[in-house]
């Protein structure tokens, strides 16, 4: 009994030992400054975080400045904690990799990439039917997209 | 009342008249013709011909959104000499060959100059004042899209959103600018064959950025008191073939940070009294820091774990010797920091910088084995930039001896009695 009881209590704490909770953290716009560009995180609505394997935390103001940095590290998915971005609709932080994109060269940003972002499709399409313009993408359609200004 | 609505009505016709005259004039000119423009002229004048507008006196204000003067699809035209009021954009050039912009004074607009698509235009002498509100919600001084050779030289711009913003341009001379007071001093995207002279940079976010551009040179710059807390002098972002060369970097909270560069050459430029004078993460090995001088900086340098190659370069803080006599210290220099490392990673540690604690940690990296192979000069320069160092400043010293002569003399009155 006493064998179980202690193999048990080791699962118990290994298992505690095993998954990082990688949650996002509150910005303040005094202290977090965009990886990339250098900009304080002012407008929070567009913010975005990394958070690495190793619990270190990456703010960016924009969402051209967070997918430049997982180019500039090489990183997927697989390697980062988490990563996650303002919601365009709730302004609540939703998974980078599972959201849906939309851009239009008139969409302002801090950065003025005008690239928004969305939990799903549904809202996105929505916000497209109100502006009346936009290009729905995915993550992988932000691969090698062009940022800037875009004129 | 009705003398009110007379006398309303009476400016309004004028200004209406003054407008169309000018833009009558415009459209009535022979191609290749010049204008002379004097007083204020309300309205969105639109040139599309060969046309010369030399303002004497001249005022030209938007009504509306719309630009103040749009010149469209078009050549050989000079705009000279005028004070531009707009809501939004001041002049916009689109589809242009040869071009002259030069002489215009605009102020409290979102966008100075806007530029699209165009060929050897000449922006110059020209002066654009933003407003006080935060830089996201304002706009370029200068804002060049899609377009190539251009020539921009001696504006003098402030409180902008960026001074002078370029992208997707092929060639283009930026030089003996002044940008102060805004987010970037000059903001390259996406644009080959860039050369940056002379130009000073003041008190902006980042003095000089350059992101995403292969085939660039920036030399006898001058990017200094960029000491926000987000403050750097100049910042390479994904920058391939570049050399930064005899720039003046100082006073900044980062001096020089390289990200992602490829074959960049930093050579010949002076790092003083910077926070830190270089940070580079994802710098390849072909890339080069080298002849720099460094002095005064709190942190000389720190890097991601790939490091960046110092080669003969002056630090201050270099205590060997040269027993040889071949100008070069004879033991390596160390820049490695594992604080200046652990910024890399936390910026916000950046508050905690010459603290004793820190101090003692930086003391204790100079003898661990841990700091041998990153951020290594194998050459240090023993004497460099001998202005520097032999330099007086001849008011201070003048100060200094007025004062010494002050306390002296009282000091005698003092013991006589």
Known sequence: ?151 | MRKIILTLMFWLTLSLSASANLQQQIDEAEPGATIEVTGEHSGNFLITKPLTLIGKDATLRATGMKPALTIDNTQDVIIDNFKVIANQRGIVVKDVDNARIVNIAASDMLIGIQLHRSKNIELAYNSIEGTDAHYAKKGNGLALFQSEDLHVHHNQITKVQDGIYIEEIQGIHVHDNTVTNSRYGTHFMYSDAGLVENNTYERNVTGLMVMMVDGFTARYNTSRYHNEMNGSGVLFYDVKNATLAHNTISENRLGLVLQKCDTVRIEDNEFLVNQTALEATRVDDVSLVMNNTFIGNILTARSDKEGVTLYANYYDDYNGIDADGDRYGDTPYTAYSSFGQWMVRQPAYQYFVASPSVELLTVLDQQTPVAQHMLVDDKPQMIKNEAHMMGINYAQALLGGLLLMSTLIVWRKGSKR
């Open chain 1, 1 to 151: 009994m006493k064998k179980y009881l202690l193999a048990a209590f080791a699962i118990v704490i290994l298992a505690g030992c095993g998954d990082k909770n990688y949650e996002p953290r509150a910005l303040n716009e005094e202290t977090d400054v965009c990886q990339i560009c250098q900009m304080t995180v002012v407008h929070q609505d567009f913010a975005g975080q990394i958070i690495e394997k190793n619990g270190d935390y990456e703010v960016f103001d924009d969402i051209g400045c967070l997918v430049e940095k997982l180019e500039r590290d090489q990183q997927s998915e697989k390697d980062v904690g988490a990563a996650y971005i303002k919601d365009a609709n709730t302004g609540e932080w939703i998974n980078v990799f599972e959201a849906t994109y939309l851009y239009d060269k008139e969409f302002w940003t801090p950065m003025n990439y005008g690239v928004l972002v969305f939990e799903d499709v549904t809202e996105a399409e929505a916000y497209r039917s109100k502006s009346g313009y936009g290009k729905l993408m995915n993550f992988e359609d932000l691969q090698g997209f062009k940022w800037g200004i875009h004129q």
